[in-house]
């Protein structure tokens, strides 16, 4: 089995030292160019490959950061991790990805293989199920002192920074831009509202109706898990309602796919009938049929200020307290698409047949009324 070269068999070579080459490896000012080249050029030469591991004991720095995230399957999370990667190349790190599969126990997980990689920091997105966040704690202990920022999710009361979205404003957007569309009876499908970003999201809804003039109505809220078949679910109990929605905000985008398959299932025209807007701008938003009108998160810019901030507390002294650190809190950008578009749902209107409406409303009912 062939030996990795060391930094003794370039010393050897060049007959110096072997302080002096792994000197010239890291630069040392005190080391001449010449030399620098020299050791450089045999290094290459003898294919050196440097022990990061032996490199991250003896500097205290990796130069990894880990990055922890709730589900690979969502675009929202690949588009993040881009940005991260992105600035954290830029900066000289590498990254660590761990999906947690919106799992507590594979969160504990991840900040256990985090720890055993000495990852200089953590870049975390709270799994859906996780209702205690002492793990996330410990991380700031005076044992372990692992600088932590979470983006897109975190808890009210959790003194960690975090990259977020403007949620509530998010919310209230979406939500006053279906009444301008003309739709009455909005619906909300929420999600777990222990993470703040939802709880968020679901007063922007309140506060959107109310402010125009739209009674609030409890049953109007249907608590949703962030998934497919949870938008599928909402429309079988919204349509066993005596009040029955015109339109939903739904709290994400794979719940407002969910909707859209139910609709279509039930013959039920979008926009014309129904609007439908979601949360996050997922890539099938815009290929699938309609179209989906949602609100964007710059997932990208997230991910940036989120590496951004995490070197900041990786290189600050470690004296200095967490809560110096403030949140970032970015726009939410509204996308406007076909599912809650005022001008197709005109259009529609023009070629509608009520008669045809009626009789399949009252198909509908009867369904309802027979389940």
């Known amino acids: 089995m062939k030996r990795n070269t060391t930094i003794h068999d370039i010393a050897q070579a060049l007959k110096i030292t072997s302080g002096s080459v792994s000197r010239a490896l890291n630069n040392y000012s005190r080391i001449s160019i010449e030399t620098r080249l020299l050791v450089k050029e045999k290094a290459l030469e003898l294919n050196y490959q440097r022990n990061k591991i032996a490199s991250s004991l003896r500097s205290g720095k990796s130069n990894t950061i880990g990055v922890m995230i709730p589900s690979a399957q ?6 993040v991790v881009h940005g991260i990667e992105m600035e954290a190349t830029s900066k000289g790190y590498n990254i660590l990805l761990y999906q947690t599969e919106e799992t507590t126990l594979l969160e504990k997980k991840a900040i256990n293989a985090f720890m055993g990689a000495r990852v200089d920091g953590i870049l975390a997105s709270i799994a859906k199920e996780t209702t205690d966040y002492k793990h996330f704690e410990e991380l700031n202990s005076n044992s372990k002192n692992i600088p932590l920022v979470l983006f897109d999710r975190t808890f009210a009361d959790l003194n960690v920074p975090a990259v977020l979205i403007d949620d509530y404003k998010g919310a209230y957007m979406a939500t006053e831009h279906l009444i301008h569309q003309g739709y009455t009876k909005i619906a909300h499908v929420s999600g777990p509202q222990q993470l703040l970003n939802f ?4 007063l922007g809804y309140k506060d959107a109706l109310k402010a125009n003039n739209i009674a609030f109505d409890k049953k109007l809220i249907y608590a949703g898990n962030l998934s497919i078949q949870c938008g599928i679910d909402s429309l079988d109990y919204f349509f066993s309602l005596n009040n029955k929605p015109d339109a939903v905000f739904a709290t994400e985008d794979f719940t407002a796919l969910g909707i859209i398959k139910g609709l279509k299932e039930r013959n039920i025209n979008i926009p014309r009938d129904f609007g439908l807007i979601g949360f996050a701008n997922e890539i099938f938003g815009e290929h699938i049929s309609p179209s989906l009108s949602t609100v ?3 997932t990208v810019e997230m991910g940036k200020q989120a590496v951004s901030l995490l070197i900041n507390m990786i290189n600050a002294e470690k004296n200095i307290p967490v809560k110096k650190y403030e949140n970032i809190v970015l726009n939410p950008i509204m996308i406007k698409r076909d599912s809650t578009n005022i001008q197709l749902k005109k259009i529609l209107n023009k070629n ?11 198909t509908i009912d009867s369904l309802m009324n027979d389940s």
């Open 74 to 79: 969502m675009n929202f999370f690949g588009s």
């Open 199 to 202: 709880h968020r999201r679901l």
């Open 296 to 298: 964007d998160q710059q």
């Open 352 to 362: 509608f047949n009520p008669g045809i409406f009626q009789s399949q409303q009252k």
